[in-house]
Nanobody
Framework: VQLQASGGGLVQAGGSLRLSCETS????????MAWFRQAPGKEREFVSA???????YYADSVKGRFTISRDNAKNTVYLHMNSLKLEDTAVYYC???????????????????WGQGTQVTVSS
């Protein structure tokens, strides 16, 4: 199983980016997918998730600014990030879970597979 995250970069505050996470080696349509992020010196935190059925979930800090989506035909999950803030700077990781429990959707230990991360840097 491989998860390949891409799309990170340097962007000014207020700008936008779209992250992609292309997967292989798993039956993508059956997996819940999520994005987490980790800033320097901080713990990994939940950003957003989308279940196999399409239900979406967001951290309060990104609600209304970020949108998660999936394309089962391309085995890919996306994170559209708008109105980026300095505090969004982090390494963003995608993750996959086959048996995700809704109550644990924000718990990184519930995910079976992880991508390598992509750096997002927001400048002033």
């Amino acid at each position: 199983v491989q998860l390949q995250a891409s799309g990170g970069g340097l962007v000014q505050a207020g700008g936008s980016l779209r992250l992609s996470c292309e997967t292989s080696g798993l039956t993508f349509s059956r997996y819940s997918m999520a994005w987490f992020r980790q800033a320097p010196g901080k713990e990994r935190e939940f950003v957003s998730a989308i279940r196999s059925g399409g239900s979406t979930y967001y951290a309060d800090s990104v609600k209304g600014r970020f949108t998660i989506s999936r394309d089962n035909a391309k085995n890919t999950v996306y994170l559209h990030m708008n109105s980026l803030k300095l505090e969004d700077t982090a390494v963003y990781y995608c993750a996959a879970s086959r048996t995700l429990i809704l109550s644990s959707i924000r718990t990184f230990t519930q995910y079976d597979y992880w991508g390598q991360g992509t750096q997002v840097t927001v400048s002033s």
